[in-house]
């Protein structure tokens, strides 16, 4: 086996460079995303913990609360590699390690403030150690699982058009180079494992069409079929493709008892490697996939028609396709994506005229493998648009068992367009391009998203001091800026607090907006450091710069003052308790102007 990964790898050296560069992006994603900030990764680990330490599968029940929510639904095969690779580790710190943050702004993109789904502490820091070492393995387990979907990917390419390398260079680096793929490779979720092995299924499905049925093929993809059904339930989408795949093959060479004999193996492998799993869910839930247990925890979502679902959730579904990172709120710049859009769009329009040009020439092309990459995603689809329209679950990522076929088509589309002599330039222009996107990245989008606050030795010039405690926690100063906001914008203010002594308790800060007759129009709630500092973690005496962007609702009436109030308390998850300023009472700050249509003022109070 290594022998013949080392031919290979000497005959298509430009493999090895894509799967190396993949591996150290994803790595990178993967050290550079906190601890459980990566999507689901918060529910998915808990479901690995809990076979690590217990030896068993979790049993669900909706009015059970558990770490792990829905995920236990899930078809195990993942979660039962990763315990295997962690059980010796003393993952019992977990609760600890899971502080939530109530102020989380999950799902809410643009916001610059509480986009950390958890409190971060030192423990993190490296030397990793307990459920921190735990998660690290398994993501970078994951790391090695998407590595050989970009090496399965390039093989797949290759037995699609041979030796066309532009076209897999392009290919791999639509998928490789995707940042929601990296992101999600560098993190603990079952999608990775699903991905390789649904790339491994489609490769195998594509040999088959081409050089017929065997019996080491009929072993090799039931074994993979299995896997990717004891992986997810939308492994299950590799069925009908197979099936379809058995059907054509023997209708070409009419050897019906070759084909019954092989299906019949198939069949006796899912149900030895996958079948314990759906007798399971029947056993305990009475029901053959989990689903209804999954969406009783999750939430069902109210009914819908298609036509709206479609209206209400295409974009989301393509933006988290390519980049939404976090707990579904951060969102990378707005050239990123278009970027995306401008590939993905004409990678669509162009595999239309391609089809169009190879018919009006005649050329000899083999249509059946190119029907298998269009089925494959259109099933992959088709699946996901089932399951949104049955809970909130609009994540594009969840198309990524299908990247390697949608990412081969896109890169076709892409390179119809260009003369065959432009080609291989053009392929490189573009991969270079996704490459870039990727480097930049965790840098420039993910890692700022968890940026601790400022710590300053004294504030800065020009600004003087306010000196109101709430308790322990003082309004040292705020900063508000001259700008014109109209109804639906955000104003900007910057506050800096001081921890006058030591506490356990975490304070949390609230700024809420006012215009005519007091009228609240807009506020937000955090604990300081826009999410990141708990009071309970903050050192006495250092100044925090504290900086916010207080949405203004859409229908606010105007021309009115607006006045911006400044309050703390403890929040304890549904009651906010306020705690009365002392040391200085109200303080009123005039900080500029606002301008709607008619002209505001604003009033700090």
């Known amino acids: 086996m290594i022998e013949r990964l080392k031919a290979f790898f000497s005959d298509y050296p430009d493999a090895a460079i894509l799967a190396g560069l993949f591996a150290l992006l994803a790595t990178l994603y993967s050290l550079t995303t906190p601890i459980f900030e990566a999507s689901d990764e918060i529910f998915h680990y808990p479901v690995v913990q809990h076979i690590a330490a217990t030896g068993s599968l979790p049993v669900q029940d909706p009015e059970v609360e558990t770490l792990w929510v829905q995920q236990g639904s899930q078809p195990p095969l993942y979660y039962l590699i990763s315990a295997g690779l962690t059980f010796w580790i003393d993952a019992s710190d977990l609760p600890e390690l899971r502080w939530l943050n109530p102020h989380a702004k ?10 950390n789904m958890i409190i971060h502490t030192e423990r993190e820091r490296f030397p990793w150690r307990g459920s921190v070492l735990a998660v690290h393995l398994v993501r970078l387990f994951s790391v090695g699982l998407g590595t050989i979907s970009v090496v399965l990917a390039y093989l797949l390419t290759l037995e699609f058009l041979g030796e066309q390398r532009w076209l897999r260079w392009l290919t791999v680096g639509l998928m490789a180079f ?6 999600i490779s560098g993190s603990v979720n079952n999608d990775n494992l699903l991905v390789l092995l649904s790339t491994w299924g489609l490769l195998l499905s594509v040999r088959i069409l081409k050089d017929g049925i065997t019996w080491q093929r009929t072993l090799t993809i039931g074994a993979v079929a299995a896997a990717a059904s004891l992986t997810k339930i939308s492994g299950l989408t590799l069925m009908p493709i197979i099936g379809l795949v058995w059907l054509i093959v023997t209708l070409r060479n009419g050897d019906w008892a070759l084909a019954i004999r092989t299906g019949l193996a198939f ?5 030895v490697v996958a ?3 759906y007798l399971r869910n029947i056993m305990l839930y009475d029901e053959l996939f989990g689903i209804n247990m999954m969406v009783a925890i999750a939430g069902p979502r109210p009914p819908i028609s298609l036509i709206e679902l ?10 988290g396709y390519w980049a939404w990172f976090g707990g579904v709120n951060i969102l990378p710049p707005t050239p990123m994506l278009a970027y995306f859009g401008l590939l993905q769009g004409a990678g669509l329009v162009g595999l239309i005229v ?8 005649g050329e000899a092309i083999t249509w059946a493998p190119l029907g298998l990459l269009v089925l494959h995603f259109l099933i992959t689809l088709a699946s996901y648009v089932n399951w949104t329209s ?9 198309l990524f068992p299908a990247i390697s076929s949608l990412s081969l088509l896109t890169a076709l589309g892409l390179l119809a367009w260009m003369p065959e002599k432009r080609r291989r330039e053009v392929a490189l222009v573009l991969s270079a391009g996704l490459l870039a996107i990727a ?3 965790p840098f420039a989008v993910i890692r700022p998203a968890y940026a601790p606050p400022s710590d300053l030795a004294e504030l800065p010039d020009g600004l003087g001091p306010i000196d109101v405690a709430f308790d322990e926690l003082e309004l040292v100063a705020v900063h508000t800026e001259r700008v014109d906001v109209l109804p639906g914008e955000q104003v900007p203010i910057t506050l800096y607090w001081r921890l006058t002594e030591s506490t356990e308790r975490n304070i949390s800060l609230f700024l809420t907006a006012f215009g005519r007759d007091m009228e609240e129009i807009g506020s937000l709630v955090s604990y300081p450091g826009g999410g990141a500092l708990p009071t309970s973690l903050m050192d006495p005496g250092q100044i925090i710069e504290d900086r916010y962007w207080i949405g203004i609702d859409d229908d606010v009436r105007t021309p009115s003052l607006l006045r911006l109030q400044i309050g703390a308390g403890l929040f304890d998850g549904e009651q906010f308790n306020v705690i009365d300023p002392a040391g200085g009472g109200a303080v009123i700050v005039e900080a500029g102007s606002i301008q709607s249509a008619e002209g505001l003022s604003l009033i700090h109070i």
């Not at 999950?106 to 986009?115: E, K, Q, R």
């Not at 391609?354 to 020439?361: E, P």
């Not at 049955?390 to 969840?398: D, N």
């Open 310 to 319: 479609l209206r209400s959730e295409w974009y989301p579904s393509w933006v």
């Open 390 to 398: 049955t809970t909130f679950a609009s994540q594009g990522r969840l």
């Open 275 to 277: 079948g314990w799993w």
């Open 354 to 361: 391609w089809f169009v040009q190879i018919s009006r020439r």
């Open 178 to 183: 995707n940042p929601m793929f990296l992101f």
């Open 439 to 441: 480097v930049a990245t």
């Open 267 to 271: 069949v006796g492998i899912w149900i």
């Open 106 to 115: 999950l799902g809410v993109p643009g916001d610059p403030d509480n986009t």
